[in-house]
């Protein structure tokens, strides 16, 4: 976090022109809150020295106000907060909140934020905890990484507490240990992702813990009373939609004084969802320009969202599902472009794709179709000579290796060397555990290499870039059937439809074609998945070099000698459990190949792959021998 901010200070944007965001220009700057800024000084110094941010956005600002500014109140509203992604609404809930407890006297637990997954609550919490250190404030993680007892010692000294749902309701129901009787905010970050799961009940079990307030029902209150406002840049309003069904059938006074605050990009208005919040006073925030319609208010499904203006959106099409793989390769500028495609069309490749560094996210919708298309990217990158990495991220694997990656790519710790004509990158290949609140500053392009089927992954997959005020591109590959879906889907729901533009892509699938890189690495493909179903290879780890030298049949007992001569230190202990492994993942090369020292194919599996199917027979068989 802190390693990318001295970038962010300079990047800095305008979320509060009087004309609202503006929608086609590049960043903007950020209007400071210079002295009129209710920021505490000690707070400001903070932000400046720990995370580099000299300055807090104008959403940042009038969101600190009203919550500060009420927050003394018997009377406090909750807070809604709908900013598009990577505009800054973790500090947003994040500065008042902390502003609060600086003077407090007792150190109790005032704050809980929930957030809906493991990586995103190590996100928040290094966010928080940076910032609440200098002053003391306790600030403790609780996700279930470590054991429940261990967490249970902690707990009563935290003053904020950051914890996925799941983890939360353990504690609740584990002990007396989590007070919550002093907890003043309740922050649920990604709030309609949380709200969309029902993780063990977790709202029934956390709302009542936190003190249900008690209403008298009154049927002549069909409408919240409190007076719209005009709050700075953003419109401050009461909703009158959200506060009549949530508010009608329960008018009277609060008992309860924890105040909760909502935050996403993509904020569901369905009051049945909210419902169960126990909200009252809701003031929602969004961005001039950006409310819902007058006519719009009623509808449930009326929901129209913003992207940041410094994004672009292409949606590539193709002929058929065949052709993916090599579009793909394609569109991350590893192959070129089929010369059947226009020169316009080449020069817009060029220009936007072929970036030097940078990080590619590619987005898949399932955990397995991330890990093989990681694995088949490994391989291409590898055999077309491609400097760099290709990760993947996604919720099989460990955690340990999740923090690994994220960090990696993060802190751009991977040193990957490069030239001009044959550029470094890192692709990270994911599933949509990576789509929501993860701030990787160094995301350029954004490629779904499988169409998302709702809207809000579309947009919060593609707000993994173009981020703080950078710019950024997101590209979707659709198959011809799925244009139709992709267009309703996006221009439905974006507030801007003349963004997102469709490109007719034509990609050749003969033999002499560059798609014949993707059809000898499927083949190498399947043999690095049976490695792995067999024990010999970690799902984990990345292929090892000598198993890519070995698959593009550069020989095996080269690919041997070559691993010894490379770890000297193969013989210490260490050394020898992880030979012995990757003695193992050669033999199982070799006997995929056909060609182990014995002459057996000992393992039965792969007896299995190499007699039934078509590329087994082919391996052993090729059609040219014949
Ligand atoms: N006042 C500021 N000045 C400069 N950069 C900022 C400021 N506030 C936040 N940022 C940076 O903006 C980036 C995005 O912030 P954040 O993760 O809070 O976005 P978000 O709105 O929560 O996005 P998402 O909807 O994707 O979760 C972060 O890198 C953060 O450090």
Redesign the pocket.
């Known amino acids: 976090?802190k390693a990318?901010?001295s970038d962010?200070?300079r990047?800095?944007f305008d979320l509060g022109s009087s004309e609202g965001i503006p929608q086609n220009s590049g960043p903007s700057k950020?209007t400071p809150a210079g002295t009129k800024s209710i920021l505490d000084p000690r707070l400001r110094k903070v932000?400046s020295s720990q995370?580099g941010?000299?300055?807090?956005?104008h959403m940042?600002e009038v969101v600190l106000e009203y919550i500060l500014s009420t927050s003394s109140r018997s009377r406090t509203g909750d807070v809604v907060l709908c900013?598009?992604?990577?505009?800054?609404?973790?500090?947003?809930y994040a500065l008042p909140i902390i502003q609060d407890m600086l003077d407090r006297r007792m150190p109790r637990l005032r704050a809980i934020v929930v957030v809906p997954t493991r990586d995103?609550a190590n996100?928040v919490f290094t966010?928080l905890s940076t910032l609440t250190k200098p002053f003391g404030i306790f600030t403790l993680c609780t996700i279930g990484s470590s054991a429940i007892a261990e967490e249970a010692l902690a707990i009563p000294n935290a003053e904020i507490l950051i914890a996925t749902p799941g983890r939360l309701v353990d504690h609740i129901n584990n002990g007396d240990y989590l007070k919550l009787s002093d907890v003043k905010y309740l922050v649920l970050?990604?709030s309609d992702r949380l709200l969309e799961d029902s993780y063990q009940n977790w709202i029934d079990v956390l709302i009542p813990a936190l003190g249900r307030r008690t209403y008298a029902f009154d049927e002549s209150e069909n409408r919240c009373p409190v007076p719209r406002a005009s709050y700075g840049i953003l419109n401050l309003a009461i909703r009158p939609d959200i506060a009549m069904r949530t508010e009608s059938s329960f008018s009277g006074l609060s008992q309860a004084n924890v105040r909760k605050i909502l935050?996403?990009?993509t904020q569901t208005r369905n009051p049945m969802r909210l419902y169960k919040l126990d909200l009252r006073d809701v003031c929602f925030f969004e961005p001039r320009g950006f409310e819902a319609d007058e006519g719009n208010r009623d509808k449930i499904s009326g929901d129209r969202y913003t992207v940041p203006a410094t994004m672009t959106e292409r949606g590539w099409i193709i002929g058929s599902l065949v052709e993916k793989p090599t579009a793909l390769l394609q569109l991350l500028g590893w192959i070129p472009l089929d010369s059947d495609n226009t020169r316009g069309l080449k020069s817009v490749l060029e220009e936007r794709l072929v970036s030097q560094g940078g990080t590619k996210l590619v987005f898949t919708n399932s955990v397995d179709s991330a890990h093989r298309l990681c694995r088949l990217l490994e391989l291409c990158a590898f055999s077309l000579g491609r400097s760099g990495k290709v990760l993947e991220m996604s919720g099989t694997l460990s955690a340990k290796r999740r923090k690994f990656v994220l960090e990696a790519v993060k802190e751009k710790a991977l040193s990957i060397e490069g030239n001009s004509t044959n550029p470094p990158f890192v692709v990270v290949v994911c599933s949509d555990i990576l789509a929501?609140?993860?701030?990787i500053?160094s995301v350029d392009t954004v490629i779904n290499y499988d169409t998302p089927a709702h809207i809000s992954t579309y947009l919060?997959r593609a707000?993994?870039t173009a981020?703080?005020?950078r710019h950024g591109k997101v590209f979707t590959v659709l198959v011809s059937n799925q244009v139709r879906h992709f267009r309703s889907m996006v221009y439905e729901a974006e507030r801007d439809k003349r963004k997102v533009k469709t490109i007719d892509l034509k990609i050749r699938t003969d033999g002499d074609s560059d798609h014949s890189v993707i059809v000898r690495n499927l083949a190498s493909l399947r043999r690095v998945l049976s490695s792995e179903r067999y024990g010999a290879l970690q799902r984990d780890e990345s292929l090892p070099e000598f198993m890519m030298h070995s698959l593009c049949k550069r020989g095996v007992h080269e690919t041997r000698s070559k691993y010894e001569d490379d770890n000297p230190n193969h013989n210490s202990e260490d050394g020898k459990a992880g030979h012995k492994r990757r003695r193992t993942v050669i033999d199982d090369v070799q006997d995929v190949d056909g060609v182990d020292e014995d002459g057996d194919v000992r393992n039965a599996g792969f007896l299995h792959e190499i007699l039934y199917t078509q590329i087994g027979r082919n391996l052993l068989h090729p059609p040219s021998a014949s």
Do not use: C, F, W, Y
């Open positions: 976090m990318g901010m962010v200070k990047i800095l950020l932000l995370l941010i000299q300055n807090v956005l940042q900013a598009p992604t990577g505009s800054g609404k973790t500090l947003a995103l996100q966010v970050d990604e935050a996403s990009a929501r609140g993860m701030d500053l919060h707000g993994r981020r703080a005020g």
